[in-house]
């Protein structure tokens, strides 16, 4: 596998310890990256966008799952 490695980048790192299912979003690190000389204007808006749209695809697909396993328990 190339790339970072993101398996403990965050708090998500414990859950995947534990066996807990997770999913980790996150963007690639810059210089200022946690520095007080981060600036918005280092956001890469188009990735954003793309981002956030596709995390709302999957909140939206995991609800309908929700939804159906719901249905189909009653």
């Not at 190339?2 to 859950?15: E, I, K, L, R």
């Amino acid at each position: 596998m190339s790339g970072d490695n993101w398996t403990h980048a965050s708090d998500h790192g414990s859950f995947r310890d534990a066996g807990v299912p997770w999913l980790h979003f996150g963007v690639s690190n810059h210089g200022d990256t946690h520095e007080t000389s981060d600036e918005i204007g280092a956001i890469d808006e188009d990735f954003l966008v793309a981002s956030t749209n596709a995390i709302l695809t999957l909140l939206r697909h995991f609800d309908a799952m929700a939804s159906e396993l719901l249905a189909a328990s009653k």
